[in-house]
């Protein structure tokens, strides 16, 4: 899943991305109303994170900007203003939810599973495809009762493919959702990634869940692909 982090603070920005990206979501920065409407442009973010206090544009504006423009991004605020009337104002600008700093990490971290696993609707925190299965909320992966041990991009890659089982997911949306705005779109990256899982996710198993749809992108899927691998 990938994430923009818009903070003016910089050693808050790198602690928060630290952090995110130690939970395996791909995070970009912007310390400015306008820088992250640029990204906003130009990206996919499956969830914004957005301070409210912040240079040229502030994150109300940025919000009501974002709605006005039929984006539907998850949004949520971060702010040092504790007054009820800032969280109305908040929400009423088109955030989805609302925290107030000083914060524990892991509220953050629960807050911004709550709103991922929202997305066009409602998806359970276990995740299941045949005999795989993912805690979204542990980061913990199993097939047929066995875990399996994976790293932090591995699981984010794995978990992409999981939510959109079934669909063939390109080289492209892969990179918008599981890498951040440093991914190259000249190296094999991906490719390395979705042989590591093969590995560890199809090897010596009769069904294969993971299938390469050439000239198109991969599907994570426990029907049969007709020899398609």
């Not at 359970?124 to 875990?147: C, E, F, H, M, Y």
């Amino acid at each position: 899943m990938r994430i923009l982090l818009v903070e003016d603070e910089p050693d808050a920005a790198q602690l928060l991305a630290k952090g995110l990206r130690r939970h395996s979501y791909a995070v970009d920065l912007a310390a400015n109303g306008e820088e992250a409407l640029y990204h906003i442009g130009i990206n996919t973010y499956d969830l914004v994170i957005l301070d409210v206090m912040l240079p040229l544009k502030d994150g109300f504006t940025i919000c009501r900007e974002l709605r006005a423009s039929g984006s539907s991004v998850p949004v949520l605020m971060l702010t040092a203003r504790d007054a009820v009337e800032d969280r109305i104002a908040g929400l009423d600008t088109g955030a989805d939810d609302y925290l107030v700093k000083p914060f524990d990490f892991h509220e953050l971290l629960a807050r911004v599973r709550a709103l991922l696993r929202r997305g066009p609707a409602l998806s359970p925190q276990k995740l299941q495809i045949a005999d795989l299965i993912i805690d979204t909320q542990s980061r913990s992966v199993a097939r047929g009762g066995k875990n399996i041990s994976l790293t932090t991009k591995e699981y984010a890659l794995l978990e992409y493919l999981v939510r959109r089982s079934g669909a063939v997911v390109t080289r492209a949306e892969i990179a918008e959702h599981v890498w951040d705005e440093n991914y190259d779109p000249f190296s094999n990256s991906i490719e390395v990634y979705v042989q590591r899982l093969r590995r560890k996710v199809d090897e010596g198993r009769k069904v294969r869940l993971i299938h390469t749809r050439r000239g198109s992108g991969y599907v994570l899927t426990a029907e049969d692909q007709n020899g398609n691998a």
